[in-house]
């Protein structure tokens, strides 16, 4: 499996929470399909929440999820 990091706006500060990007499911708030993994500092996780993730994803908060060595911006597309 490849993975292909894309950069997210000018933000060079070490990552420090993990937000997914899921499919709905019938248009609610299930957790579903993983779709995109965007790294975030401290200062840009509201942030990414709001606009890094749009719809119709829904924005995730992964709490257990390593981000060592992600820098903020960092995004990653799943399959
Ligand atoms: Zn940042």
Not at 48 to 53: D, F, L, Q, S, V
């Amino acid at each position: 499996m490849t993975t292909t990091v894309r950069r997210i706006g000018a933000c060079t500060e070490p990552a420090t929470v993990l937000i997914e990007g899921r499919s709905q499911i019938d248009g609610g708030l299930a957790y579903g399909r993983l779709e995109v993994q965007v790294h975030a500092c401290d200062g840009h996780a509201r942030t990414a929440r709001a606009e890094w993730i749009f719809p119709p994803l829904t924005a995730f908060t992964a709490i257990a999820e390593p981000v060592a060595g992600r820098r903020c911006g960092d995004a990653v597309d799943a399959g």
